[in-house]
């Protein structure tokens, strides 16, 4: 059983800051590249970012140059450092197995307000 806890969303001012973290357990993670998805009010669910198992990374369009996605295999843990941050990028993120995805775990809300 593949088991993803997201933590350290939050509630940040437009040009705030923000890290979330992803911890897996179930997997070998070193195996398995890893992505961020984010879910805003009333839109699909959109792929943000990924970072494969020889830490090449991509990120979607509306993020580049602002985000920027790492991992640590001895912690199991991938990380979002989100900066800049824009009203637009309020939403439930996610992280899951781009290849193989698992069930979605409970997500972690950031909020960009004013």
């Known amino acids: 059983q593949v088991q993803l806890v997201e933590s350290g969303g939050g509630l940040v001012q437009p040009g705030g800051s923000l890290r979330l973290s992803c911890a897996a357990s179930?997997?070998?993670?070193?195996?398995?590249?890893m992505g961020w998805y984010r879910q805003a009010p009333g839109k699909q669910r959109e792929w943000v970012a990924t970072?494969?198992?020889?830490?090449?990374?991509n990120y979607a369009d509306s993020v580049k140059g602002r985000f920027t996605i790492s991992r640590d295999n001895a912690k199991n843990t991938v990380y979002l450092q989100m900066n800049s941050l824009k009203p637009e990028d309020t939403a439930v993120y996610y992280c899951?197995?781009?290849?193989?995805?698992?069930?979605w775990g409970q997500g972690t809300q950031v909020t960009v307000s004013s």
């Open positions: 899951n197995l781009p290849s193989s995805t698992v069930t």
């Open positions: 179930g997997i070998i993670f070193s195996m398995w590249n």
């Open positions: 970072v494969s198992t020889d830490d090449r990374t």
